[in-house]
């Protein structure tokens, strides 16, 4: 057990704040204001790593997976301002990939010991809902074994409108193809006045929250993300957390939520900086206090790099994602962080920050290795292929 909070411990501005979360009491949106806005982000951590040791003890999770993005063709190439990763027709950085190509793909580096893929793609015509269902159940025929994690819920609102078919319609025969869960992109920022400057004409807040208030309906778990560091003001961002808190007050089928960071390079932002350690590890212990209702909290190493996301662990995050291989979304969008860790790695990162570390499965099932045997396909220390 943690020790018990004393609020007079803390900052005269953060003592409400911390007998709150002494008491077990949900936090307004003043309270998830002043936690973006205050100066004492060490004591801010202080209690975020509380409800995560309440929560979670000494456990920290990794997965092992693997990113499939099928192409980057997307009609939506100059509406996402801020993204680096779409592609249109005859551009030198695009690309299309076949069936063939996709379970190519999915088998290097992977091997058994895979339990996810995690498959995002641009928005192209003819990569349609029926190419999607022969994708997955050709993966779900090679690998059975295996997490289909897979379509924003941009993709799932292209794919209904694309076919002229229900967000409900699109969900069922994807998790009848195989689908297993979704991610969480494509949340950005839900509020207005942010999404007409960086996505315009991109599925609106209200619009992705029916896609996931759907697939929790059909009993289909999904995460949940934002992307912080742009034109944001802290109203916006205490907006979307709570639009995210209602949503799983309602369903609970969110696994966990991951605060994405704005990487500006190669888009059309026309921003230069980069967010700092401080604003990363705020918006995760700010997620963990806010979001009581969410049982994980993602500290994704590829993004804030293994040394930040070692210390994220206790600012409130309990996940660091997985082996990462060939990571392209954040990389295209300058990110320079490593694209690949070994089992062995990322467990040591995770030991070395003072934590348990533990392998899940997507829904954050306990996964228990054999020890590892003579032959390279079943030594757990090689390289796999993975991501958030």
């Given at each position: ?24 009491e ?5 309270d ?10 060490l004591?801010?951590?202080?209690l ?7 929560r979670?003890?000494?456990i920290?999770y990794?997965?092992i997976?693997r990113?499939?993005?099928?192409t980057?063709l ?8 801020f993204?680096?990763?779409a ?10 990939m ?5 379970y ?18 641009g ?11 022969v994708?997955?159940r050709?993966?779900?025929?090679r ?6 994690k897979?379509?924003t ?9 694309l076919?002229?078919?229900?967000i409900?319609?699109?969900l069922i ?7 297993g ?5 494509g ?10 400057i ?19 309906r059909?009993g289909?778990n ?6 912080y ?11 979307h957390?709570m ?6 007050d309602e369903?609970?089928?969110?696994n966990?939520?991951?605060p994405?960071?704005?990487h500006p ?5 026309g921003?230069?900086y980069?967010t700092?350690?401080t604003?990363d ?8 206090l806010?979001l009581?209702?969410f049982?994980h909290i993602?500290?994704?190493w590829?993004m804030i790099t293994?040394?930040l996301?070692q ?20 990389h295209?969008a ?5 694209q690949?860790m070994?089992?062995?790695?990322l ?10 570390p ?7 099932n306990?996964?228990?290795?054999k020890p590892a045997?003579?032959?390279p396909a079943?030594?757990p ?5 993975a991501?958030t």
């Open positions: 057990m943690c020790a018990a909070i004393d609020p007079h411990q803390y900052p005269a501005e953060l003592r409400s704040l911390a007998a709150k979360v002494r008491d077990g949900r936090l307004d949106e003043a998830a204001a002043l936690c973006f806005t205050t100066p004492h982000l004591h801010l951590g202080r975020a790593d509380h409800v995560r040791r309440e979670h003890g000494n920290a990794f997965n997976n990113h499939i993005n099928p980057n997307c009609v939506y190439t100059y509406n996402c301002k993204c680096s990763f592609a249109l027709e005859g551009e030198a950085h695009a690309w299309k076949s069936h063939e190509q996709v190519e793909h999915a088998a290097a580096q992977g091997g058994n010991d895979i339990t996810e893929f995690h498959i995002v793609a928005l192209h015509a003819e990569m349609d809902l029926e190419w999607y269902e994708m997955l050709g993966l779900k025929e690998f059975p074994q295996v997490h289909l897979a379509f819920a941009i993709e799932i609102g292209f794919f209904a409108k076919h002229k078919l229900t409900e319609e699109v025969r994807l998790r009848d193809a195989g689908l869960s979704l991610p969480g992109g949340a950005e920022i839900f509020h207005e006045d942010v999404r007409k960086i996505c315009d004409g991109k599925l609106d807040a209200d619009e992705w929250i029916e896609v996931h208030r759907t697939a929790h059909l289909i999904t995460n949940a993300t934002m992307l560091g742009h034109v944001e003001g802290v109203e916006h961002k205490v907006d957390l639009r995210l808190r209602a949503l799983q369903s609970g089928r969110f966990t939520f991951i994405l960071a704005y390079e190669n888009n059309y932002m921003l230069r980069h700092t350690g604003e590890l705020r918006h995760l212990a700010t997620a963990r806010v009581d209702n049982p993602k500290a994704y590829i293994p040394k996301a210390v994220a662990l206790s600012f409130g995050a309990n996940d660091v994602d997985g082996t990462v291989v060939e990571e392209t979304i954040y295209m300058g990110a320079n962080t490593e690949q070994t089992r062995g790695e467990e040591r990162i995770i030991r070395e920050a003072g934590f348990e533990v392998e899940r499965d997507t829904l954050y306990p996964i228990e290795r045997g003579p032959t079943s030594n220390e090689r390289s796999v292929a991501t």
